[in-house]
Nanobody
Framework: QVQLVESGGGLVQAGGSLRLSCALSGHSFSSTTMGWFRQATGKEREFVAA????????DYADSVKGRFTISRDNAKNTVYLQMNSLKPEDTAVYYC????????????????????WGQGTQVTVSS
């Protein structure tokens, strides 16, 4: 059974930082592109960042470029999202996801390319 478990969310003031973690089990982590998405209240889910299965390619939404960094540790089957200079508009539930194909990073910003999703972790940024 494939499971993704996120952690690290919380309440932070604007300008602060948080690091989200997501552990994958029941699936080959080192062969899988991983992504982070978020959904704010009343809005559609949107892409945040992705990292290719090799750990070389990364993609970011324009809204987080220069502030967020995605990384992975294949030894721990874990993907991270370091979020700096947080803004109130970053407030959302953050989800990690595993790509539906091994050895592929095609369409890494499209949620339809991800087969497995975590339960989400709340990030709240106060002004």
């Amino acid at each position: 059974q494939v499971q993704l478990v996120e952690s690290g969310g919380g309440l932070v003031q604007a300008g602060g930082s948080l690091r989200l973690s997501c552990a994958l089990s029941g699936h080959s982590f080192s062969s899988t592109t991983m992504g982070w998405f978020r959904q704010a209240t009343g809005k559609e889910r949107e892409f945040v960042a992705a990292i290719g299965w090799r750990g070389v390619r990364t993609d970011y939404a324009d809204s987080v470029k220069g502030r967020f960094t995605i990384s992975r540790d294949n030894a721990k089957n874990t993907v991270y999202l370091q979020m700096n200079s947080l803004k109130p508009e970053d407030t959302a539930v953050y989800y990690c996801a595993a790509h539906r194909r091994y050895y592929s990073d095609t369409g890494s910003s499209e949620d339809s390319e991800y087969a497995y999703w975590g339960q989400g972790t709340q990030v709240t940024v106060s002004s």
